[in-house]
């Protein structure tokens, strides 16, 4: 069985300061995927990233950057200098095997204050 | 090139009032998913399609929902029997024909069953 999970329900920052999310995950297959997806107040989910189970470089695209560790199954998501309008719901997701579903984390809610 | 699109986008009826919903996929997506959501929670799925075959389903799908995609175009998700703990939103995705490919989501359509 897969699970993610976002221990961090709920997140509060001050705008320009750097936010991690953090994301675990379960999963007994050898080749799987990992997404990140921003659902923004007007409710529709937004890709932001896959990444695949045999790539642990780490990625950066613009202020976000994500950091893949398979020793420790995480998958964390950093936003630098935080803006009012990073605020949303974070979701990290899974899919893998012969799995083609997504499993999604219960998601953290950041909220970027002014 | 238009993303997926869900219609309606509010739905309210009364408990034992049957409803359906539709989805139109990206049009160069074979596969099309439909997960649930409710409040607090991430997006749990529910069936998927490739093409027209309908290759998985939840066991969250009781015998009172069925989906349908026919032509591999468009989805219908029909819920029979309206119970108030259907009350959820109701996303919509697709994605290439294979499990590295991420998927988008449509906006989605918010089921109140009074």
């Known amino acids: ?114 | 090139d238009t993303g997926v699109s869900q219609d309606p986008r509010h739905k309210i009826t009364k408990r034992g009032q049957n409803v359906t919903f539709r989805c139109d996929p990206i049009s160069e997506h074979n596969r099309l998913y439909w997960y649930r959501q409710t409040l607090g929670q991430g997006p749990e799925f529910l069936t998927y399609f490739q093409n027209e075959a309908q290759l998985e389903k939840s066991r969250l799908l009781s015998d009172r929902f069925s989906a349908e995609r026919p032509k591999g175009s468009f989805s219908t998700l029909e819920i029979q029997r309206t119970e108030q703990g259907d009350s959820a939103m109701y996303l919509c995705a697709s994605s290439f024909d294979t499990y590295s490919y991420e998927q988008y989501f449509g906006p989605g359509t918010r089921l109140t069953v009074t």
């Open chain 1, 1 to 114: 069985a897969q699970k993610v999970t976002q221990a961090q329900t709920e997140i509060s920052v001050v705008e320009k300061e750097d936010v991690t999310l953090d994301c675990v995950y379960e999963t007994r297959d050898t080749t799987y995927y990992l997404f990140w997806y921003k659902q923004p107040p007007s409710g529709e989910l937004v890709f932001l990233i896959r990444r695949n189970s045999f790539d642990e470089q780490n990625e950066i695209s613009g202020r976000y950057s994500w950091n893949f560790q398979k020793s420790t199954s995480s998958f964390n998501f950093t936003i630098t200098a935080s803006q009012v309008v990073d605020s949303a719901v974070y979701f990290c997701a899974l899919s893998g095997g012969s799995n083609y579903k997504l499993t999604f984390g219960k998601g953290t809610l950041l909220t970027v204050n002014p």
